[in-house]
């Protein structure tokens, strides 16, 4: 539940499952961080608008979703100096006329008030006008069969209800696009095979036989083998702190084993350009890594051990301490980017687009999807801090409903305009187990280059 539907008594209108306050308009306060805290209050949720008002001495209730609302105006109402020009100028026309007849017809009052009165009464006229317009400024909110009209009564609510008219916007794009996304993945799976350039993480893997990542329990397994079964009776009204509580928790584990692969979803064995990563991880700062790749050659494994600023490679089944750690600074940066964090970026992003529960025997599982990822989320995935133009993104993510941490994230990556998809898979186990990660007995070094 959002910070907003935990402020002061005066909230009326019960919150959705997973929905959180955005931000609010007071009609003479401008934007606020709290909802519904008087009267004129538009409260704008990730699901709904929602208006606090007085008419005629009775508090009225509006509340719009989202989807329903086709349009937002700004009435910005503003005094108009041309109207404030105009009416000094008849007011000093009136004095000057009053003064010149009182002198023309020798102090005769009647015909002062006359000549100078008509004027003067215009300048009130117009100076009435430019003190109280005779609109107030409106935020619009045009919906399905009725408009919303939130006051401006202030300058400061004048210049904030753009704000909110942008943020409004913003969540309307997101939820179509979010739609569209999640439309168009569903309706092509298979596309064409494409060549694999070297670097794996731009490459088109393919889909390898499943196991279990290092130490991972039945649970998991099930999970990369795609064998989970959704819970269609469950209810989570919880899902924001739920994923809430896994950034925290998952940002802050010790150790944990993991297998993560990369593959083209068009194909069905491994061919060129697949990978698979197994990994251990103990913190500070040990890495036990496992590599398998293909090429058109076949299978190529490859195995490393760092140890704070050591890295070891095993070659041919002999462990051997590198002189030289730069040289592989590429396989340092893949281990690295192989931890739970870069997914956290995802969660981070907002409420997702879908939610259920899946299980497995005893185990349970929230499953989060987001139809599209911000261009931050995306940056962490491919771990490139400048994605390419032109490239999409969507996720699903397994939180345990047990231990609130995150169990197996599948992101699905594809070019816009083009045939090149890939899909990320990767699940977690034996988190906080505490298995020390020892460096190898080293038979060498590697020579100096």
Known sequence: MSQFAQQGPERQIPWLPGERFELALDSREGAINSSMAGADTLTVTTHRVIRLGVSGGAKTTEVAPLDRVSAVEVLDVSRDNGRLTKALIALGAGLLLAWLTWNLFDHVVLFSLVAGGLP????????????????????????????????????????????????????????????????????????????????????????????????????????????????????????????????????????????????????????????????????????????????????????????????????????????????????????????PAKYLDILRQGFPSSHEVDADGGSRYLQVGYGSLTREALAAVLANPSPPQGVDGAAKLWLDMETDLLARAEVRIAERDGDRKLVFEQVFASYNAGQPIEPPVVAGREPVS
């Not at 494409?194 to 036989?209: D, E, V």
């Not at 990563?277 to 700062?285: I, Q, R, V």
Request: glycine share 6%; proline share 6%.
């Open 120 to 339: 003067v009464l215009g300048a009130v006229y117009l100076l009435t006008g430019y003190l109280f317009p005779d609109e107030e400024g409106a935020l619009l909110l045009h919906c399905t069969g009725h408009t919303m009209r939130q006051p401006l009564l202030s300058e400061q609510s004048r210049h904030d209800a753009y704000l909110v008219a942008h943020r409004i916007y913003e969540l309307m794009a997101g939820a179509s696009n979010r739609l569209a996304q999640v439309q168009t993945a569903s309706a092509a799976e298979t596309p064409p095979a494409s060549a694999a350039p070297a670097n794996p993480y731009l490459g088109t893997p393919a889909r390898p036989t499943p196991r279990a990542a290092a130490s991972s329990n039945g649970g998991l397994a099930a999970m990369m083998a795609g064998t989970l079964t959704a819970d269609r009776s469950a209810l989570v009204p919880d899902v924001a702190e739920r994923i809430a509580r896994s950034i925290d928790k998952t940002a802050s584990v010790t150790s944990y084993a993991t297998r993560q692969t990369l593959r083209d979803p068009s194909h069905e064995t491994m061919a060129a350009g697949d990978y698979v990563w197994e990994m251990e991880y103990a913190a500070p700062d040990r890495y036990r890594v496992t590599q398998t790749g293909w090429s058109d050659a076949g299978e190529v494994t490859e195995r490393w051990l760092i140890a704070g600023a050591d890295f070891y490679r095993d070659a041919r089944g002999t462990w051997r301490r590198s002189e030289e750690p730069g040289r592989f600074a590429t396989e340092q940066t893949l281990t690295k980017h192989l931890s």
